[in-house]
T-cell receptor, first 112, second 113 residues
Framework: QQPVQSPQAVILREGEDAVINCSSSKALYSVHWYRQKHGEAPVFLMILLKGGEQKGHEKISASFNEKKQQSSLYLTASQLSYSGTYFCGTAGCGYGNNRLAFGKGNQVVVIP | DGGITQSPKYLFRKEGQNVTLSCEQNLNHDAMYWYRQDPGQGLRLIYYSQIVNDFQKGDIAEGYSVSREKKESFPLTVTSAQKNPTAFYLC????????????FGPGTRLTVL
């Protein structure tokens, strides 16, 4: 089932902060975050696992609230390069493979 | 350099014609995926494969077919049965087991005239 991402779009000035969210109605085992620039392939940002473990290599932080089945991505001191569409992909409990359900995305525009 | 390639980048076809999109990876990944992306719709899974000669339908498999004869290759055929085939198609691969990042190819933009 497709997770719900909010807000749909965010416009912020360079240096400002923003939070984007990903929610699911199903129990989650992990949440993956990707960023896509227009016309390009999505690029991996991080994975958050049930139990608190995180795997990633970007200087963008995130949280995973297991009780609410929700993940939030924190864009702190935003840079122009943060612009793009952010997708969350969710994996439910019981999956034995790496199949993900992606949300519709959060469009982020950072202006000078 | 290891990576995942898709060709061509842009593809035009006449309505009623089948068309095959190429996806190749040299990352030695067991799992491969095909997604369709429409404006404002996110990524929707068409098919995925965990091992050679085996694949499973995703959420929107109708009108599409795939094959997995080699570990490196996972071509997608858009058949004439697909009602609205114009879209951006993304191929991805990953290590088989859960909680590993998916690596995406550059995508193929298919336009059916």
């Amino acid at each position: 089932q497709q997770p719900v991402q909010s807000p749909q779009a965010v416009i912020l000035r360079e240096g400002e902060d923003a939070v984007i969210n990903c929610s699911s109605s199903k129990a989650l085992y992990s949440v993956h975050w990707y960023r896509q620039k227009h016309g390009e392939a999505p690029v991996f940002l991080m994975i958050l696992l049930k139990g608190g473990e995180q795997k990633g290599h970007e200087k963008i932080s995130a949280s995973f609230n297991e009780k609410k089945q929700q993940s939030s991505l924190y864009l702190t001191a935003s840079q122009l390069s943060y612009s793009g569409t952010y997708f969350c992909g969710t994996a439910g409990c019981g999956y034995g493979n790496n199949r993900l359900a992606f949300g519709k995305g959060n469009q982020v525009v950072v202006i000078p | 350099d290891g990576g995942i390639t898709q060709s061509p980048k842009y593809l035009f076809r006449k309505e009623g014609q089948n068309v095959t999109l190429s996806c190749e990876q040299n990352l030695n990944h067991d799992a491969m995926y095909w997604y369709r992306q429409d404006p404002g719709q996110g990524l929707r899974l068409i098919y995925y494969s965990q091992i050679v000669n085996d694949f499973q339908k995703g959420d929107i498999a109708e009108g599409y077919s795939v094959s997995r004869e080699k570990k490196e290759s996972f071509p997608l055929t858009v058949t004439s049965a697909q009602k609205n085939p114009t879209a951006f198609y993304l191929c991805a691969s990953s290590i088989l087991y859960q909680n590993n990042e998916q690596f995406f190819g550059p995508g193929t933009r298919l336009t059916v005239l």
